[in-house]
């Protein structure tokens, strides 16, 4: 009854907009093994050599654990309970569950298996994929398209030609990006941020002429092209432009820098350029939900906003949720944002299934009076003056698990100033600044 209920009210308050689903960062494990021990990953051996009363993992997953099946198939069930006919579904990459310990046939054995189930789960819905850091063979790891990631390149899109347009599979041939067409009126671009990471070992992140540099050189006709037309963008890609924050099982991992320094600054002078026809940009990656702004050369106000969605698995320290986001029908703008979430200890308990519960929505549940640039600076000032806030976005972040830390003020100041500023210039000296009491 309680799902019911959730499901009316949200089909009665979409009257004049259709919705874009964000899944991201699925890292399906087919090795999860329910009543293993959650510290070995949720893999063998057996329950009867765990102490009783241990936490054993549950049947839809554990926080120190990748995606069983059953949570997958719960999640595509969700989303079509409630999708519309005018839906669109993004899935911003990641569908391994750790791509350096599974070997090259795994790997592209579970990226064609995720796209056929999806396209039997949404056979007349269009759905548009990036690559993940997790989807290339060894992870994080993409060089020359035209040559030795030519077959990483050629299997991926093997995989993803069960959903994707036969122009799109077309385009994206050459490097994993390209350019489809929505809805009329809408340019989509589709990013591969793996030649944008900083851990990709055969990029140097310089403006040479390499696959890294030629893919913005193709993003920058792309929204040229765009304003040519008259067309709204939108962009998606799974490594978000800026900084960590510090989400990730309480602690700041990897280092702070998402993409390479060269990478960043040439997105900002784009978003400079073109942001006002940039409607909606979504990432995943960092697991938790956020965003990141992006200035005008002022340093003041806003030329655009990331949107970095969280992840399906509950993998590490949050629980399973996904963003849907309202679109005006007209105007194929940014009109709402709902965030939902499976509690896996009620999911997980005996007779339990996984039920996916509506948790926030943006601008209503904030006080916002919109979802435009000059609301959402609102909304970070307050994060910025009010502490008890800023622990409530953690919070969220989280998708309402209680990971148990404490937040101090250095977690606090790597949220706030990733948030902030994606601007390297700006980042630098906000990360030094001791946040307020």
């Given at each position: 009854?309680?799902?019911?209920?959730?499901?009316?009210?949200?089909?009665?308050?979409?009257?004049?907009?259709?919705?874009?689903?964000?899944?991201?960062?699925?890292?399906?494990?087919?090795?999860?093994?329910?009543?293993?021990?959650?510290?070995?990953?949720?893999?063998?051996?057996?329950?009867?050599?765990?102490?009783?009363?241990?936490?054993?993992?549950?049947?839809?997953?554990?926080?120190?654990?990748?995606?069983?099946?059953?949570?997958?198939?719960?999640?595509?069930?969700?989303?079509?309970?409630?999708?519309?006919?005018?839906?669109?579904?993004?899935?911003?990459?990641?569908?391994?569950?750790?791509?350096?310990?599974?070997?090259?046939?795994?790997?592209?054995?579970?990226?064609?298996?995720?796209?056929?189930?999806?396209?039997?789960?949404?056979?007349?819905?269009?759905?548009?994929?990036?690559?993940?850091?997790?989807?290339?063979?060894?992870?994080?790891?993409?060089?020359?398209?035209?040559?030795?990631?030519?077959?990483?390149?050629?299997?991926?899109?093997?995989?993803?030609?069960?959903?994707?347009?036969?122009?799109?599979?077309?385009?994206?041939?050459?490097?994993?990006?390209?350019?489809?067409?929505?809805?009329?009126?809408?340019?989509?671009?589709?990013?591969?941020?793996?030649?944008?990471?900083?851990?990709?070992?055969?990029?140097?992140?310089?403006?040479?002429?390499?696959?890294?540099?030629?893919?913005?050189?193709?993003?920058?006709?792309?929204?040229?092209?765009?304003?040519?037309?008259?067309?709204?963008?939108?962009?998606?890609?799974?490594?978000?432009?800026?900084?960590?924050?510090?989400?990730?099982?309480?602690?700041?991992?990897?280092?702070?820098?998402?993409?390479?320094?060269?990478?960043?600054?040439?997105?900002?002078?784009?978003?400079?350029?073109?942001?006002?026809?940039?409607?909606?940009?979504?990432?995943?990656?960092?697991?938790?939900?956020?965003?990141?702004?992006?200035?005008?050369?002022?340093?003041?106000?806003?030329?655009?906003?990331?949107?970095?969605?969280?992840?399906?698995?509950?993998?590490?320290?949050?629980?399973?949720?996904?963003?849907?986001?309202?679109?005006?029908?007209?105007?194929?703008?940014?009109?709402?944002?709902?965030?939902?979430?499976?509690?896996?200890?009620?999911?997980?308990?005996?007779?339990?299934?996984?039920?996916?519960?509506?948790?926030?929505?943006?601008?209503?549940?904030?006080?916002?009076?919109?979802?435009?640039?000059?609301?959402?600076?609102?909304?970070?000032?307050?994060?910025?003056?009010?502490?008890?806030?800023?622990?409530?976005?953690?919070?969220?972040?989280?998708?309402?698990?209680d990971d148990g830390k404490t937040c101090d003020d250095d977690c606090r100041q790597q949220l706030l100033c990733a948030t902030l500023y994606t601007e390297p210039a700006l980042y630098e000296p906000c990360i030094k600044v001791k946040p307020k009491a």
């Amino acid at each position: 009854m309680r799902f019911a209920v959730l499901t009316c009210f949200v089909l009665v308050s979409l009257a004049s907009t259709y919705s874009v689903w964000q899944l991201t960062d699925i890292h399906v494990d087919p090795d999860y093994s329910i009543g293993a021990d959650p510290a070995k990953g949720c893999h063998p051996p057996s329950p009867a050599k765990l102490p009783n009363g241990a936490e054993v993992c549950g049947r839809f997953g554990n926080t120190k654990a990748y995606s069983p099946v059953a949570l997958v198939e719960s999640t595509l069930d969700f989303v079509n309970s409630l999708r519309g006919k005018d839906d669109v579904i993004v899935h911003t990459g990641d569908v391994s569950w750790y791509t350096q310990t599974i070997g090259k046939a795994d790997e592209m054995y579970g990226l064609k298996q995720l796209a056929t189930v999806m396209h039997g789960a949404f056979p007349d819905t269009k759905v548009y994929p990036s690559t993940g850091n997790h989807d290339t063979w060894p992870c994080d790891i993409l060089g020359n398209p035209e040559g030795v990631s030519k077959w990483v390149i050629d299997d991926y899109m093997d995989a993803w030609q069960a959903i994707l347009g036969k122009e799109e599979l077309e385009q994206a041939r050459y490097a994993g990006y390209y350019v489809a067409i929505p809805r009329p009126g809408v340019m989509l671009i589709s990013l591969n941020s793996v030649y944008f990471h900083q851990d990709n070992l055969l990029v140097t992140g310089h403006l040479d002429g390499g696959a890294h540099d030629k893919q913005l050189g193709w993003f920058e006709k792309s929204l040229a092209a765009a304003e040519q037309s008259n067309m709204t963008v939108w962009i998606i890609s799974h490594v978000p432009f800026g900084f960590h924050e510090d989400l990730h099982d309480g602690e700041i991992q990897w280092g702070p820098q998402l993409t390479f320094l060269n990478t960043t600054q040439k997105y900002i002078s784009l978003m400079q350029r073109y942001g006002d026809r940039v409607a909606l940009q979504v990432y995943g990656h960092q697991h938790s939900s956020g965003y990141r702004l992006v200035h005008q050369a002022d340093g003041k106000n806003l030329a655009a906003i990331q949107f970095v969605a969280p992840s399906v698995t509950p993998h590490v320290g949050k629980y399973p949720s996904m963003w849907r986001y309202l679109m005006d029908d007209q105007t194929n703008r940014l009109v709402g944002i709902e965030q939902w979430f499976v509690n896996l200890t009620l999911a997980n308990q005996d007779g339990g299934r996984a039920t996916w519960e509506l948790q926030a929505r943006w601008p209503q549940d904030f006080g916002m009076a919109d979802l435009e640039l000059d609301s959402w600076q609102k909304y970070t000032e307050r994060m910025r003056t009010d502490p008890a806030f800023l622990m409530k976005v953690r919070r969220l972040a989280l998708a309402n698990y209680d990971d148990g830390k404490t937040c101090d003020d250095d977690c606090r100041q790597q949220l706030l100033c990733a948030t902030l500023y994606t601007e390297p210039a700006l980042y630098e000296p906000c990360i030094k600044v001791k946040p307020k009491a």
